[in-house]
């Protein structure tokens, strides 16, 4: 799995109650991370991600209420990595915990906060996680 350093230059708006497009609609969840599994080089799996702060759909900058709207994943720096298909909580564990450790291999400052974002792209399913940090 490759971890990527992502300056994301322009946010992205998400909405809890935006219409969802069908079966390719833009998904994002953003969950909180244990205070202390979340800066350990080991974290406890079952222990690291923790509540669901939102969940919600994309919607363009120029919809109604967007920059106003629910959350958004702010323009900035961000550990990210993927795969092509909608991956199950165990892997998303991994994942996060493999950015995770390579995040502290770089000494980069992480924050407590993970983004999963779901989409479509080529016709098929694919799930990104955002880590934020700072140098």
């Given at each position: 799995?490759?971890?990527?350093?992502?300056?994301?230059?322009?946010?992205?708006?998400?909405?809890?109650?935006?219409?969802?497009?069908?079966?390719?609609?833009?998904?994002?969840?953003?969950?909180?991370?244990?205070?202390?599994?979340?800066?350990?080089?080991?974290?406890?799996?079952?222990?690291?991600?923790?509540?669901?702060?939102?969940?919600?759909?994309?919607?363009?900058?120029?919809?109604e209420g967007a920059e106003t709207g629910e959350m958004e994943l702010p323009s900035g720096r961000y550990l990210f990595t993927q795969i092509r298909e909608n991956a199950a909580r165990d892997y998303l564990?991994?994942?996060?915990?493999?950015?995770?450790?390579?995040?502290?291999?770089?000494?980069?400052?992480?924050?407590?906060?993970?983004?999963?974002?779901?989409?479509?792209?080529?016709?098929?399913?694919?799930?990104?996680?955002?880590?934020?940090?700072?140098?």
């Amino acid at each position: 799995m490759n971890v990527l350093k992502l300056y994301l230059c322009n946010p992205l708006f998400y909405r809890k109650n935006a219409k969802k497009a069908g079966a390719a609609a833009e998904e994002m969840r953003c969950f909180e991370l244990d205070p202390l599994e979340a800066q350990s080089v080991e974290p406890q799996a079952d222990r690291l991600i923790g509540n669901l702060i939102f969940h919600g759909f994309a919607v363009t900058p120029n919809t109604e209420g967007a920059e106003t709207g629910e959350m958004e994943l702010p323009s900035g720096r961000y550990l990210f990595t993927q795969i092509r298909e909608n991956a199950a909580r165990d892997y998303l564990i991994l994942m996060a915990i493999e950015a995770q450790k390579d995040g502290l291999w770089e000494r980069l400052r992480l924050e407590n906060r993970l983004f999963v974002r779901t989409l479509f792209e080529d016709g098929e399913k694919v799930t990104q996680i955002f880590r934020p940090y700072s140098l």
